[in-house]
């Protein structure tokens, strides 16, 4: 249905390491999300992006950073990875027009050793 | 502030027994209202969504109905079936950039 994907699906990394998590759209949307996803299951906002350019932080404080150079892509960057970064990790896009509804990739499992 | 509140799970059936999983919000304004569902190993998708009051939204034989005097969305079915087993998300979308999600309800049907 959506046609926004996550790379890699699963990753397993030692403490330390810099790891990118890479999210691509192609509908054009501007609106562009992560979510980190507990064991609980419940979404935590950690950024956000209105457009090109445009990166905020969200509800939930996180070590990470993002940019958004092109408005198709918007990738998640630890520049240390820890064991309490492990979770599954979101992203999501939506249009300006309908921009309630949230289009979601299949989610990045993230687990730090 | 905006925020959803829906039942705990997990909530486990057997195979055609109906379904109801309640979700109720507070909210200023207006809000549109939606329910996801994550299948195991997947991401959010849209299952059904409300934009104003008495609404009924509907795919896949599921319903809710937008109900402004009790600010409710609860979610039905009449029959479950096993491939209805995933974590259903009640939200809501006061059109601002955020989305507010519940947090999450397991649904497990027994065959």
């Known amino acids: 249905e959506a046609d926004i994907y996550q790379t890699p699906r699963y990753l397993v990394i030692g403490t330390g390491k810099k790891i990118t998590l890479e999210c691509s759209q192609t509908?054009?949307?501007?609106?562009m999300y992560w979510y980190q996803q507990d064991p609980g299951m419940e979404l935590h906002l950690i950024h956000y992006?209105?457009?090109?350019?445009?990166?905020e932080k969200g509800d939930l404080s996180s070590e990470s950073t993002v940019s958004r150079i092109r408005t198709e892509h918007f990738p998640l960057t630890l520049e240390s990875a820890r064991p309490s970064h492990t979770s599954q990790y979101l992203c999501?896009?939506?249009?300006?027009?309908?921009?309630?509804?949230?289009?979601f990739g299949p989610g990045t499992r993230l687990t730090v050793t | 502030g905006n925020s959803v509140t829906q039942m705990e799970g997990p909530v486990t059936l057997s195979e055609e027994a109906f379904l109801t999983i309640n979700c109720t919000y507070t909210?200023?304004?207006?809000?549109?209202l939606f329910w996801y569902v994550q299948y195991p190993g997947e991401g959010l998708q849209l299952l059904l969504k409300?934009?104003?009051?008495?609404d009924k939204g509907s795919n896949k034989g599921f319903e809710a109905t937008y109900r402004k005097e009790t600010t409710s969305f609860h979610l039905e079915k009449g029959s479950v079936q096993v491939s209805d087993s995933a974590v259903y998300f009640c939200?809501?979308?006061?059109?601002?950039?955020?989305?507010?999600f519940g947090a999450g309800t397991r649904l497990f049907v027994k065959a």
């Open positions: 999501a896009s939506s249009d300006l027009v309908e921009s309630s509804r949230q289009y």
């Open positions: 909210a200023t304004g207006y809000p549109s």
């Open positions: 939200a809501l979308s006061t059109g601002g950039f955020k989305t507010i």
């Open positions: 409300a934009t104003k009051a008495d």
């Open positions: 509908m054009g949307h501007d609106k």
């Open positions: 992006s209105y457009g090109v350019n445009s990166t």
